[in-house]
């Protein structure tokens, strides 16, 4: 069989104004998160199109997880169709929610209006049209292949915004992407046509607290500032992490390239007595704070272990409890990712790759995202490490007021789609 034929590319053409349709349709559908509005309706409209395909589904709902309620119960949709050949399992993956509008649009962004061959609405970009342009490629290669090799399967997933915890990271934890099973994921996330996104940086979260002795404000003298001691640890981040930091670079392709760097943001900061709501007519509290909290955020590369990544910080807090007078401290881990990054001569990448030379004409480029998404969950729970995004849209516009979606972008992606599915059933 010779899935890279005309007619797949003539087909996906002829489906421009099907592929128009389903984005706005999708965009109708509004899904924010949070709360997590509308789930089970986008999936049971998904669950209507992929059956007229031929694919099985199934309706999953993942109790218990945060946000899950029956008010917003977190629903996610996963289809499946064999070719009736021996191959392999090519999954796509994309999250239906999106992120709250806020101000500043000038069409509706629950409308989904067509205007210059761009789609507008709130999730145009990520990801509706990336999911819009996914079926379209599947659906035009079933139509002229339906008896390919192997087994195509998409899972459309909820709280991708918010952590994946009521989708993928639930999906994988039942064992839907088991490297048994799945053989490749394509995640159309908006990351530019031409683009292929291997990957993520890793994180750790942690809180740090510094502790005091109360005492009156007038005579600090007989208390022990935790506010002060946190300046202390502060000054030695200034001084001694952040250069470091600097001088650790990455080969990972990330984008920016600010983020090529290992990077760290202090959250937050909170020390002492609460402030008085503003209504309150008093004087603050004249105490010294015997408690100090910050919350650490750091972004580490795959050249670093998350072991020395801590070791280092709980390396200059140690130091300082044997250095300064008083210092005593806790950290607390809140919250970690490992970096990943695909291989770039797995047979996906390179059949991915491909394809882009193919259509578009260009050679790709491959990037690493400076936060993570849900291929996370896929890596980590799953244990799949054939996974990878690709899709169509501007990654700027995501999150943004009119964001949009180019319906010549949807068709070249989609093409890149349905061309590289061919390659990976085999
Ligand atoms: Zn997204």
């Keep these: 069989m010779n899935f890279k034929s005309e007619n797949l590319l003539n087909d996906i053409l002829s489906r421009r104004d099907d592929l128009i349709d389903l984005t706005q349709k999708l965009i109708k559908i509004p899904t924010l998160n949070p709360p997590g509005n509308n789930y089970l309706k986008i999936c049971e409209y998904l669950k209507i199109r992929m059956e007229k395909s031929g694919f099985t589904s199934k309706l999953i709902r993942a109790y218990d997880t945060p946000g899950d309620s029956d008010k917003f119960p977190r629903w996610n949709l996963v289809c499946f169709r064999e070719g009736g050949l021996q191959g392999k399992t090519v999954h796509f993956n994309g999250h239906t929610d999106?992120?709250?509008?806020?101000?500043?649009?000038?069409?509706?962004?629950?409308?989904?209006?067509?205007?210059?061959?761009?789609?507008?609405?709130?999730?145009?970009?990520?990801?509706?049209?990336?999911?819009?342009?996914?079926?379209?490629?599947?659906?035009?290669?079933?139509?002229?292949?339906?008896?390919?090799?192997?087994?195509?399967?998409?899972?459309?997933?909820?709280?991708?915004?918010?952590?994946?915890?009521?989708?993928?990271?639930?999906?994988?934890?039942?064992?839907?992407?088991?490297?048994?099973?799945?053989?490749?994921?394509?995640?159309?996330?908006?990351?530019?046509?031409?683009?292929?996104?291997?990957?993520?940086?890793?994180?750790?979260?942690?809180?740090?607290?510094?502790?005091?002795?109360?005492?009156?404000?007038?005579?600090?003298?007989?208390?022990?500032?935790?506010?002060?001691?946190?300046?202390?640890?502060?000054?030695?981040?200034?001084?001694?992490?952040?250069?470091?930091?600097?001088?650790?670079?990455?080969?990972?392709?990330?984008?920016?390239?600010?983020?090529?760097?290992?990077?760290?943001?202090?959250?937050?900061?909170?020390?002492?007595?609460?402030?008085?709501?503003?209504?309150?007519?008093?004087?603050?509290?004249?105490?010294?704070?015997?408690?100090?909290?910050?919350?650490?955020?750091?972004?580490?590369?795959?050249?670093?272990?998350?072991?020395?990544?801590?070791?280092?910080?709980?390396?200059?807090?140690?130091?300082?409890?044997?250095?300064?007078?008083?210092?005593?401290?806790?950290?607390?881990?809140?919250h970690e990712v490992i970096p990943t990054m695909a291989d770039k001569n797995s047979h996906l990448v390179s059949e991915l790759s491909n394809s882009i030379k193919e259509i578009i004409g260009v050679q790709p480029d491959y990037v690493i995202s400076p936060g993570t998404y849900d291929q996370k969950h896929i890596e980590r729970i799953g244990k799949l490490k054939n996974c990878v995004a690709y899709g169509p849209g501007i990654l700027d516009l995501a999150h943004q007021p009119d964001e949009y979606i180019s319906v010549d972008d949807m068709l070249d992606s989609a093409k890149v789609m349905a061309i590289s599915l061919g390659g990976l059933l085999k």
């Design 98 to 334: 999106v992120v709250e509008t806020g101000k500043g649009w000038t069409v509706d962004p629950f409308e989904g209006k067509c205007i210059d061959g761009l789609v507008y609405g709130r999730g145009a970009c990520d990801m509706k049209g990336g999911i819009a342009s996914s079926i379209i490629a599947v659906e035009s290669f079933i139509s002229l292949f339906p008896n390919y090799p192997g087994k195509i399967e998409f899972s459309f997933t909820a709280d991708e915004e918010t952590g994946g915890y009521g989708g993928v990271a639930y999906l994988a934890n039942k064992g839907y992407f088991s490297p048994s099973k799945v053989n490749s994921v394509i995640i159309p996330e908006p990351l530019n046509k031409d683009r292929i996104c291997l990957g993520h940086r890793g994180v750790w979260w942690a809180e740090i607290e510094t502790f005091g002795r109360i005492a009156h404000g007038s005579m600090p003298f007989l208390g022990d500032s935790a506010i002060r001691h946190m300046g202390a640890v502060l000054r030695e981040f200034e001084e001694k992490l952040y250069p470091k930091l600097q001088t650790i670079k990455t080969k990972m392709p990330v984008v920016p390239d600010g983020a090529k760097t290992s990077t760290m943001n202090i959250n937050s900061i909170h020390g002492g007595e609460v402030e008085q709501e503003e209504d309150f007519s008093g004087y603050p509290a004249a105490v010294v704070a015997d408690s100090c909290k910050i919350i650490i955020d750091r972004r580490f590369l795959i050249e670093e272990s998350i072991n020395n990544v801590k070791k280092d910080i709980k390396g200059l807090l140690d130091n300082l409890e044997t250095s300064r007078e008083g210092f005593k401290y806790k950290i607390s881990d809140l």
